[in-house]
């Protein structure tokens, strides 16, 4: 009998060790469990987060192309005016009024703009600028920086 317990006790001790590296394979899991998890919440912030960007740049390009249209829009009513007064023999016929540039044009900030703009393209150091264009926008903006405290 004494082979016996011997080979009990040395079972006892063999599964209490197994138990006890079944517990450390257990916690060691969890831990990775954890882990785990905390990476898949920081990946799903972060694409979130890029979402909400991307959406955001969407509508701002949205916004964009429908200033775009507006501006196209407008650049080809003044082309149009151009062209529908270059028949005549007056040398002023390529020279656009001043109220044309700002057809639609309602607030102190977007008057600002517009004008900003003009300067760029008509200005007589570009390649399509004129002085008489300029004087024109310029008389035009004097006014409209009159009207509106500008």
Known sequence: MGCYSMTLKEERRELDEQR???E?????FSRHVEIEDRRLEQQQRLFDMKVKILEEELVKLASEKEYMERQKAFYSRVNEYERSN????NEETNVVKGEMFFSGVVSKQSI???YKDLIKIYHPDNLG???ETIQEINSEYSKLCAMYNI
């Open 112 to 114: 600002k703009k517009r």
């Open 20 to 22: 006890r590296q079944l």
């Open 129 to 131: 600028g004129d002085n």
């Open 86 to 89: 270059s028949y005549s023999d």
């Open 24 to 28: 450390r394979e257990r916690r060691e």
